[in-house]
């Protein structure tokens, strides 16, 4: 006998048990923006203890996980059009079963800062006001275009900051702060990309939504994304950071060929692919500055662990947000 096959929607298997729901809304590729964040910030503040850094790691997984599942279950209009299937995945678990898991993930990620001391704590706690009125009313943030982008900005900025905050000090000024947060800021742009038509039809403003074409939106992202590359160039010009960081500056390279290919995406499920490769070169912005800032052994290992994991859930399809979206595509007519 065979065994049991699962219902799909598209070509994207529904999974019935509210784990495996609450893990794919979670979105555990994601994770990886907040985890090299703090790590990053962590060891440029001179941090050293692997059991500081293990529990760094394990509360910013659960605090980016609740904010995507606290996103999911907010944007259920958009993404009837954006993202149906994680409309599907929402109403099996519920309100009930969406609270019950934001509580779990809240809690668990509160309870293990206690590890890290006041001021972790504390950023903890902006941290988790951004992540639930990031979409959640009546502040949604990413109701307004550039409130958005800085809420977006930051899932970077502030795990950076709760880096250094376990050393005992938070400085807002520190140049690679700004430098990571910027960079954000603008990336966030790309990822409302794909979600141009869905967004419009729900009369969401987002980035990409202000212009009256799409075609201007990919622009405007395109050319705002590479602008951090200015602000570096200023920070090393100014003595603020030192001349190894220009070998960042190769990463651009890497985005004009996104770009490229941005400019050419005819369709929501192109720019998807796009988004894709963009997610891996924002990623690698962030763990090419951590190499830079600190050329160690461990940067590697940290590197190598982060490529590994991203690879890894991309692998098995452990993400609500799909890239396939057959849904689009014209269906045949019966005969």
């Known amino acids: 006998m065979s065994p049991p096959q699962l219902?799909?929607?598209?070509?994207?298997?529904?999974?019935?048990?509210?784990?495996?729901?609450?893990?794919?809304?979670?979105?555990?590729?994601?994770?990886t923006f907040a985890a090299s964040s703090f790590i990053l910030g962590y060891?440029?503040?001179?941090?050293?203890?692997?059991?500081?850094?293990?529990?760094?790691?394990?509360?910013?997984?659960?605090?980016?996980?609740?904010t995507n599942v606290v996103n999911a279950f907010a944007d259920r209009k958009e993404d009837a059009v954006n993202q149906p299937s994680r409309v599907f995945w929402i109403d099996q678990i519920g309100l009930p079963g969406t609270v019950t898991s934001l509580l779990v993930l809240y809690g668990m990620a509160v309870a293990a800062s206690v590890l890290l001391g006041p001021l972790f704590m504390l950023v903890l706690?902006?941290?988790?006001?951004?992540?639930i009125f990031y979409s959640v009313r009546p502040l949604r943030f990413k109701a307004r275009p550039l409130a958005s982008l800085v809420s977006f900005s930051g899932a970077v900025g502030l795990s950076f900051l709760s880096g250094v905050a376990v050393m005992g000090s938070v400085n807002l000024l520190n140049p690679i702060f700004l430098l990571l947060t910027y960079f954000m800021f603008t990336y966030g742009t790309v990822k409302n990309l794909p979600d141009y038509s869905g967004d419009k039809k729900a009369g969401t403003r987002t980035s990409a939504t202000i212009f009256h074409s799409l075609a201007n939106a990919v622009r405007f992202s395109g050319i705002l994304v590479f602008t951090p590359y200015i602000l570096l160039t200023a920070f090393i010009a100014a003595g603020s950071l030192t001349p190894i960081y220009l070998a960042d500056l190769g990463m651009g390279l890497i985005f004009a060929i996104i770009f490229f290919?941005?400019?050419r995406a005819k369709s929501s499920q192109e720019l998807e692919k796009t988004h894709t490769f963009g997610f891996f070169y924002a990623i690698s912005f962030i763990l090419f500055t951590?190499?830079?800032?600190?050329?160690?052994?461990a940067s590697i290992i940290v590197i190598l662990a982060a490529y590994l994991w991203t690879l890894l859930v991309s692998r098995v399809s452990l993400d609500s947000r799909v890239e396939n979206r057959d849904w689009e595509k014209p269906r045949r007519k019966k005969t």
């Open 7 to 31: 219902p799909t929607f598209g070509t994207v298997p529904i999974l019935p048990h509210t784990f495996q729901i609450v893990l794919r809304l979670s979105r555990p590729r994601t994770w």
């Open 43 to 66: 060891m440029l503040a001179g941090g050293s203890s692997l059991f500081q850094m293990a529990i760094g790691l394990v509360v910013a997984g659960l605090v980016t996980a609740a």
């Open 125 to 131: 706690a902006v941290g988790i006001f951004n992540s």
């Open 261 to 263: 290919q941005m400019l």
């Open 290 to 297: 951590l190499v830079l800032t600190s050329p160690t052994l």
